[in-house]
């Protein structure tokens, strides 16, 4: 066996994705990891947002991440922060 993260699809990897421009982490999580999952994507180029959000169909939280807490990241239950 290997303990790789996508090792167990019953235990996907939950990803939070931190300037996430277009969403690469995003597209090579799903390559990678069929059951990866991003929870959240963060960035603060509206135009970046606008291709990912076509790429996705998800918009990511537009702001400045200086003003997120640890704490309120925790609360996504992520289990892979990129």
């Known amino acids: ?3 790789t993260p ?3 699809p019953a235990v996907p990897v939950k990803a939070l994705e931190f300037y996430s421009g277009i969403g690469g982490m995003h597209y090579s ?3 990678a ?7 959240a994507a963060f960035d603060l180029n509206n135009v970046a947002n606008d291709v990912y959000t076509h790429n996705f169909g998800v918009r990511p939280v537009q702001g400045n ?6 704490k309120k990241l925790d609360k996504y239950g992520a ?4």
């Open 6 to 8: 996508c090792a167990n």
């Open 33 to 39: 990891c069929k059951e990866g999952i991003v929870l």
């Open 29 to 31: 999580l799903k390559r």
């Open 65 to 70: 991440l200086s003003t997120m807490t640890a």
């Open 1 to 3: 066996t290997t303990d």
């Open 79 to 82: 289990s892979l922060w990129t």
